[in-house]
Nanobody, 117 residues
Framework: QVQFVESGGGLVQPGGSLRLSCAAS????????MGWYRQNPGKQRALVAA???????NYADSVKGRFTISRDNAKNTVYLQMNSLKPEDTAIYYC???????????WGQGTQVTVFS
C-alpha cells in the first residue's frame, strides 16, 4: 500500500526554522513528482514547493529564498526546510505525490505549522 506520511510541524517564532519530512512507504520517492502544499481554513490549498523525478524544483514566490525542497532517496523521504518563517506561513502543510502519466495522486494527512509572536 502506497503511503506518504508527514512530520515535523510545530510552533515556532518569527524568524525561526522548521524542517518538514514526508516519508514514503510502499513505493520509492524518486519516481514521483513530490510537492508541499499548504492550506488555511476557508482557503484553497496552494503549492509551496515541488521537486520532479529529475530534480527540477519550483517554489511559490512567497517562499523563494526561504524554503528548500529536497529528496533523500536513501531514506525514501522528501523534506521541506523552512527558514526565516513568518506568521503568514502558518498553515497545515500537506505532502503530495503525483505521477501524471498514470493518473496517480496521493496526499499525506497534513502537519500543522504555526508561526507566532
Amino acid at each position: 500500500q502506497v503511503q506518504f506520511v508527514e512530520s515535523g510541524g510545530g510552533l515556532v517564532q518569527p524568524g525561526g526554522s522548521l524542517r518538514l519530512s514526508c516519508a514514503a512507504s510502499g513505493t520509492i520517492v524518486s519516481i514521483w513528482t513530490m510537492g508541499w502544499y499548504r492550506q488555511n481554513p476557508g482557503k484553497q490549498r496552494a503549492l509551496v514547493a515541488a521537486i520532479t523525478n529529475d530534480d527540477a524544483t519550483n517554489y511559490a514566490d512567497s517562499v523563494k529564498g526561504r524554503f528548500t525542497i529536497s529528496r533523500d532517496n536513501a531514506k525514501n523521504t522528501v523534506y521541506l526546510q523552512m527558514n526565516s518563517l513568518k506568521p503568514e506561513d502558518t498553515a497545515i502543510y500537506y505532502c503530495n505525490a503525483r505521477r501524471d502519466t498514470y493518473g496517480y495522486d496521493y496526499w499525506g494527512q497534513g502537519t500543522q505549522v504555526t508561526v507566532f509572536s
